[in-house]
């Protein structure tokens, strides 16, 4: 009986070092933490949500070679409530803007420019002071750029920010 206790604890302290190797081995490693540090979790980004602004005028510039674009942007807008002295549609010099883009000038006009984008169909915004020399003294207004995707035609790329030779009146 004595041989088969030692041999008992034998195998016990064979088990134990062996699994004190191992969790040894995987604290080495990096598999396993004895202090494990807390997750830092980051707290998703509410959507923006825009607000349908009625006092603001609209400028629709075509930028394509597609005839009547502006116009019916223009019908929509003046139908989602803008009234339809506020909105003015027109042609673009240039031809072949890539993607269709509401510009505001100042962060305020934010809002107001991502409800117009709603109302056009999740339309994407920029700022940018290009247009802010057509906007009347005093007034508010947002600059609808009809693209080259709205006409149906494949763009070349999308502009992320405002160009520096954006499409003028």
Do not use: C, H
Not at 60 to 65: D, E, K, P, R
Not at 76 to 103: C, E, H, L, S
Not at 127 to 132: G, R
């Amino acid at each position: 009986m004595n041989g088969a206790v030692v041999l008992l604890w034998s195998a016990v302290a064979v088990l134990v070092l062996v699994v004190a190797g191992i969790f040894g081995a995987m604290i080495v490693m990096g598999k396993v933490s004895l202090f494990p540090q807390a997750v830092e979790t980051i707290a998703p980004q509410p959507k923006e949500t825009g607000v349908i602004d009625t006092t603001y005028s609209v400028m629709v510039l075509n930028a394509t070679t597609t005839p009547n674009l502006a116009a019916t942007t223009r019908d929509t807008i003046v139908n989602a409530g803008w009234p339809a002295t506020a909105v003015i549609a027109g042609d673009a010099n240039a031809q072949d803007f890539a993607t269709t883009t509401i510009y505001y000038v100042a962060d305020a006009d934010r809002p107001a420019a991502l409800g117009l984008a709603e109302v056009l169909g999740g339309v994407p915004v920029a700022q940018s002071d290009v247009y802010a020399g057509d906007v009347v003294e005093g007034g508010k207004q947002l600059t609808v750029v009809i693209g080259l995707d709205r006409a149906g035609e494949a763009p070349a790329e999308a502009p992320e920010e405002a160009p520096e030779d954006a499409p003028a009146e």
